[in-house]
């Protein structure tokens, strides 16, 4: 657990998760992957009045998934093969074709919980709200 990573992007006015970030590796360099999310959301500019499913799909219709996952690749943060980037309609990472494990969609909209471990720790966590 001592890199492991999460970063949980959520709606700031219902204070439900968007997006989830979980790395393996890496993930020290947290505070950095954060400056370079909130840039790409800030470009993104998404209309205040939008209700959380709203936001995820212009958040998804404009390619955000992928543009957080090739920043939080390019810091370094997690690897190709243990970073994924995901929401409640899809995900960018390894084997994105492949159907995420129960836990991960049961403990989803649970801000803190890391989905990678059973016990839903992260050594690094911090929230974006949009």
């Known amino acids: 657990m001592a890199t492991q990573g999460l970063i949980s992007i959520i709606d700031k006015d219902t ?6 970030v979980v790395a393996g590796s890496n993930d020290m360099c947290i505070d950095e ?28 219709s404009k390619g ?7 920043r ?4 370094p943060f997690g690897s190709t093969d243990n970073l994924i980037i995901y929401s409640n309609t899809g995900m960018v990472g390894n084997n994105p074709e492949e159907e995420l494990p129960s836990r991960w969609k049961d403990t ?15 050594a690094y ?3 974006i709200e949009i």
């Open 108 to 122: 989803f909209n649970i801000i803190e919980f890391n989905p990678r471990w059973d016990r839903g720790t992260a």
């Open 125 to 127: 966590f911090k929230i």
């Open 64 to 70: 955000a998934l992928s543009l957080i996952y090739n």
């Open 72 to 75: 939080c690749l390019a810091i």
């Open 15 to 20: 204070k439900e998760v968007l997006i989830k």
């Open 33 to 60: 992957v954060v400056k370079g999310i909130e840039s790409i959301l800030n470009v993104v500019k998404l209309p205040s009045f939008l209700d959380r499913q709203e936001k995820l799909q212009q958040l998804i």
